[in-house]
C-alpha cells in the first residue's frame, strides 16, 4: 500500500442515511436459514462485520412473498415468520452502531422447480426463458406480474417497519428484475418488451411501489449488472449512450443509489474511457453508485465461487478512483465474507492480516 485508505474511511450520505465510511458489504447467498427463517447465527454473522467497521452492510438476496420466488429453502425469506429472524438481524447491527439494508430478490427462471419450494409450479419470468431460445413455462400473465410488483413493495414497507436502514432491490445477474432487463430473455411485445424503454417498466413500477410505500426518504439502491449468470460477457447498454437509456427511467422511479456490479471492478466498462461500469453510471444519472468486483482480491467473483482460492491485493487504484470521485461508495464480497474484520484490518494498516478467500468459506457463517 502506497496510499492513505482515508478516503475510505470519510462519511457518507445517503438519502438522510448517514455512513461512517464508504465500505459496503456485498450481498452474499449464504443458504444458512433453514425452512427460510433467519436465526441467532445469521445475526451474528452480520453483527462481527458491523462491529468491525463495516459501514454498511447489504445482506444477503432475502426473497419476496411469491411462490415461486426463492430457488433453495435454505435461502432466506422476507415475510411472514422470517420477518422475526430479520428483526434480530437488525437489533444485532444496530446494537454495535451498524447500518443494514435488505437485498430484496425474486430468482424468476433462475429456479429449478425439483430443487425449491412448491415444485408444482413451473418458474416465471417474462417469456419463459432460461436461455435465450430455451422456453420451458409460459410467460407470467400481466396478473402474477403486478402480484410481484406489489411483493416487492409490501417487503419494503416491513424493512422499514422493523428497523432496516433502507432497501436494495437485487436488478442483476440474470434473475427475474434482470431477465425483463435483458432482450435476450424478455421477447414480450406488451408495455414490458420490446424496446429498452419497455423492458424497464417492470423495474420502474417496483420502484415506484416501493416509493409509495415507504416514502422519498428512505434509502433505496437498486443493483444491476451487464453481465449475467446465463452469459457472462452479454451486455445490456453497449455504448454510453444505451447505459443512460436503461438508467433514466430507473434513475426517476425513485433509486436513491446504483450499485453497479462487476466481476473486476478496474476494468473500462467502455472503450476511450477508464471509468468503470460505477463510474459511467454515476456519470449519466448524477446518482451515488456503488462499485464492486473483487476489490482487494487476486481472482474475479466467478473463479472464487467455482472453488480457486484468492488471496488479498492491494487497493491502491481503488483509493485512486474513489478519491477522484469515480464512484462513492465500495462493495466487498468475498473478502469480508471470509474476513470479519477486513474493513478494520484495512483502516489500521494492517495489509499482512488480511485473509485469502477459501471456496470452503461459503459453508460456513464465520
Known amino acids: 500500500m502506497s496510499r492513505s485508505v482515508a478516503p475510505l474511511f470519510t462519511p457518507f450520505t445517503l438519502n438522510g442515511l448517514e455512513l461512517p465510511n464508504r465500505v459496503v458489504m456485498a450481498p452474499m447467498t449464504r443458504s444458512q436459514s433453514p425452512g427460510g427463517i433467519p436465526g441467532p447465527e445469521v445475526a451474528a454473522y452480520y453483527r462481527r462485520r458491523a462491529e468491525n467497521e463495516t459501514g454498511l452492510i447489504i445482506t444477503e438476496g432475502t426473497t419476496v412473498n411469491d411462490p415461486v420466488s426463492t430457488m433453495d429453502p435454505k435461502v432466506p425469506n422476507f415475510h411472514g415468520d422470517s420477518l422475526k429472524g430479520w428483526k434480530r438481524v437488525v437489533e444485532e447491527v444496530h446494537d454495535v452502531g451498524g447500518k443494514i439494508m435488505p437485498q430484496l430478490w425474486h430468482v424468476g427462471m433462475a429456479r429449478n422447480p425439483s430443487r425449491a419450494p412448491f415444485p408444482e409450479l413451473p418458474s416465471a419470468g417474462p417469456s419463459g426463458l432460461v436461455a435465450p431460445g430455451k422456453k420451458v413455462s409460459e410467460p407470467m400473465t400481466k396478473d402474477h406480474v403486478q402480484k410481484v410488483v406489489d411483493a416487492f413493495g409490501r417487503a419494503a414497507a416491513d424493512a422499514r417497519e422493523i428497523g432496516f436502514d433502507g432497501v436494495e432491490v437485487h436488478g442483476a445477474h440474470g434473475y427475474l428484475i434482470d431477465q425483463f432487463f435483458w432482450e435476450g430473455l424478455n421477447e414480450r411485445k406488451d408495455e414490458f418488451g420490446g424496446s429498452m424503454r419497455a423492458r424497464t417498466e417492470f423495474g420502474v413500477r417496483i420502484i415506484k411501489a416501493i416509493r409509495r410505500e415507504t416514502g ?10 451487464q453481465w449475467k449468470q446465463q452469459d457472462f460477457t452479454v451486455k445490456l447498454a453497449s455504448t454510453p449512450e ?4 436503461f438508467l433514466k427511467p430507473l434513475s426517476d422511479a425513485g433509486v436513491d443509489c446504483f450499485h453497479a456490479s462487476t466481476r473486476r471492478f478496474w476494468e473500462p466498462e467502455f472503450e476511450g474511457s477508464t471509468l468503470n461500469l460505477a ?85 460456513t457463517l464465520s
Do not use: C, N
Not at 216 to 225: A, Q, T
Not at 242 to 245: R, Y
Not at 302 to 323: H, K, M, N, P, V
Open 279 to 363: 463510474g459511467w453510471t454515476k456519470k449519466l444519472t448524477g446518482k451515488p453508485t456503488i462499485t464492486v468486483g473483487s476489490v482487494s482480491l487476486s481472482g474475479d467473483f466467478i473463479g472464487g465461487f467455482g472453488g480457486e482460492t484468492s488471496q488479498a491485493t492491494g487497493i491502491d487504484d481503488l483509493l485512486a478512483r474513489l478519491e477522484q470521485g469515480e464512484f462513492d461508495l465500495v462493495g466487498v464480497g468475498r473478502a469480508l465474507l471470509v474476513d470479519a474484520a477486513w474493513a478494520r484490518k484495512i483502516h489500521e494498516g494492517r495489509f499482512d492480516a488480511l485473509m485469502p478467500f477459501k471456496p470452503e468459506a461459503l459453508a
Open 242 to 245: 444505451q447505459l443512460g437509456e
Open 216 to 225: 422519498k426518504d428512505y434509502p433505496l439502491i437498486l443493483r444491476f449488472s
